[in-house]
């Protein structure tokens, strides 16, 4: 409230929605995404919430990581066959529109009904103590059986659903990039060991390594010296994207 | 009527007189408003059924007959059917002077975040936690507490999964406040050609 | 009328209109009863009058005549006064229904997780937390304890093992519950492999 802002700064609900923000603000398509860019004008945006604490900023983060490094595969020829590292964003950013329109539409609802109608609290009756309703003795063994066996009743969800969790490690080889890219600049240096050592989990060492063999690649980055000694330095000039 | 005083019989009654405002279709209706208005919250049919003893589809017969007349009159109050239930509302053509009066705690407002929630849950439900966090691309918890407080979501038991997470579906005030009768009359989706759809539901 | 839509001129001439059931005199009433059901408590005369824009005598005057007119037509609703303020309930004459139907509102019904831990219990008592937990795979202990409040679980005594854990058992409150007169009366379940057999059979 006290914070001193000479403009105003739009609220956004996430990520998704800077991005679309974004999208629609340069007069682009969903199916489009200008990678390069939108993360361009999606970090200084970030940059700026950054100093006024914006909420979920870890998702920002994130998605910028996400960002990172689907640019930089687009940076590099494609396969024959290969996705385009865009699709799983682009799926996002269509189904988080669609839903977006629906909210819209549930909102004229809402104004037209519940914002209009009210209800009246239950009147005072009688009081009495409240009473067990009667259950079938099956509903017992059902749910014994949903115990143990996991029940009939819920229906697995849709493989779609899980989408969003399998990637995850995708996610996270983007969210190493970033997070080395922003140690070493604040550190220049970083012996290389040290780098694996500190990560938690076989996954973890897993896309740090490919997280390290991106930079690399991109230039980003340059291995120093040799054996254990093994440092990974910031590449002169360089900036982490 | 050989029973006249029998209740079955009675109501049965009904069906034959094809009148509106004969005694016994409005001592039905007396009834039902009395129920509704004194619970305040949805009935379902199942229960006015048996509070009036009668057979649940005579009784949805004598209700949707109710339905359409009590709203017909236009006054302060309008009955909604919301799914297999029933619920009393003060009528929209009225807020103004309700909102001079009501206290301003009672007036629910719904956040962008909110309706975004509502919207995602309502074409999918049950959904976790996850799912939502998935498609908005952030962290909904906060969000589905407050609907959960506004009885706009309910929980609908845990999914089958590692972590066994809870999963949450709309009420039937959800319903009401959206002014549907049930899920089905939300605004139709497909799969992908979603938005083709929605364009269309709302040029008509 | 010179301004029939300053509220004050329409709401003037309801005075000299003596029909009842004219649009001035519905619109009125059907204010007045959007207010007092959202409300649902006594709304004093001052507070209506401010909300409908019109003076306190003739919103007075008004609100008598509408007090006659709506308990005549012996509806579910009836509208009071009570010194200085109105309040809508629900019809005395209607109370045996409306009892009916409140009492069981006030039926508790049980959460899958307090079903889950019944059936496990009911099946292996006595049981511990641990062993609930383990099985479930979630904590268990809120269930418990409001299982107990419930009486549908009791205690039953330590169990000789580490920590001496509290064991728990069902209830005669549960059998009566469930409409069983023992616990041999549960639905059996044989061994494991039995229970996975069923459950072959029955997806098939």
Redesign the interface.
């Given at each position: 409230m006290d914070q001193p802002m000479t403009y105003t700064l739009e609220v956004f609900?996430?990520?998704?929605?800077l991005l679309l923000h974004l999208i629609e603000r340069n007069k682009l398509e969903v199916a489009d995404i200008p990678v390069a860019l939108l993360l361009e004008q999606y970090l200084a945006v970030v940059e700026q919430y950054r100093e006024i604490d914006l909420d979920?900023l870890s998702?920002f983060l994130l998605?910028a990581s996400q960002l990172l490094y689907i640019k930089s595969k687009l940076l590099l020829p494609r396969e024959e066959g290969e996705e385009d590292p865009r699709d799983e964003l682009r799926s996002?950013l269509?189904?988080?529109?669609?839903?977006?329109?629906?909210?819209?539409?549930?909102?004229r609802?809402?104004e037209?009904?519940?914002?209009?109608?009210?209800?009246?609290?239950?009147?005072d009756?009688?009081e009495?103590?409240?009473?067990?309703?009667?259950?079938?003795?099956?509903?017992?063994?059902s749910?014994?059986?949903?115990?143990?066996?996991?029940?009939?009743r819920?229906t697995?969800?849709p493989i779609a659903?899980f989408?969003?969790?399998l990637t995850h490690s995708t996610v996270s080889v983007a969210s190493k990039v970033f997070a080395l890219s922003r140690r070493l600049l604040e550190r220049r240096r970083l012996p290389m060991r040290q780098l694996f050592l500190a990560q938690p989990s076989r996954a973890d060492i897993v896309a740090c390594l490919m997280a390290l063999l991106e930079l690399l690649r991109l230039d980003r980055v340059q291995l120093l010296g040799e054996g254990d000694d093994l440092e990974v330095a910031l590449q002169k000039g360089g900036r982490p994207a | 009527m050989t029973q006249p005083d029998s209740p079955g019989a009675q109501w049965q009654a009904l069906l034959q007189d094809a009148g509106r405002g004969h005694p016994p279709q409005a001592r039905f209706e007396a009834a039902v408003e009395a129920i509704l208005?004194?619970?305040?919250?949805p009935v379902e049919l199942a229960v006015l059924a048996s509070a009036l003893e009668m057979e649940q589809t005579l009784c949805k017969t004598l209700l949707d007959r109710m339905l359409f007349g009590y709203n017909q009159r236009e006054g302060g109050i309008?009955m909604r059917r919301l799914d297999d239930s029933y619920?009393?509302?003060?009528?929209?053509?009225q807020?103004a002077c309700?909102r001079a009066v009501?206290d301003r705690k009672?007036?629910?407002?719904?956040s962008?975040?909110a309706?975004?929630v509502?919207?995602?849950t309502?074409?999918n439900q049950p959904v976790t936690r996850?799912?939502l966090e998935?498609?908005?691309?952030?962290?909904s918890s906060g969000v589905v507490a407050s609907l959960l407080e506004k009885e706009l979501l309910e929980e609908r038991?845990r999914?089958?999964?590692p972590g066994r997470p809870m999963q949450f579906g709309t009420t039937a005030a959800f319903l009401?406040?959206?002014?549907?009768s049930s899920l089905e009359e939300l605004?139709p989706?497909d799969e992908?050609g979603?938005?083709i759809a929605?364009l269309e539901?709302?040029e008509t």
């Open positions: 609900e996430g990520p998704l929605d979920n998702e998605m996002m269509e189904d988080y529109l669609r839903y977006r329109e629906l909210a819209d539409e549930l909102e609802r809402f037209q009904n519940g914002r209009r109608s009210f209800v009246k609290p239950r009147e009756f009688a009495s103590r409240p009473v067990l309703k009667p259950h079938s003795p099956d509903k017992l063994l749910a014994y059986r949903a115990v143990f066996t996991g029940s009939l819920r697995p969800p659903h989408k969003g969790i | 208005f004194a619970a305040g919250e309008v619920q009393l509302c003060s009528n929209p053509a807020a309700v009501l009672r007036e629910v407002s719904l962008p975040a309706l975004e509502l919207a995602i309502a074409y996850a799912f998935q498609v908005r691309g952030v962290d038991g999914l089958d999964a009401r406040c959206f002014g549907l605004p989706v992908r979603a938005l929605q539901f709302q």
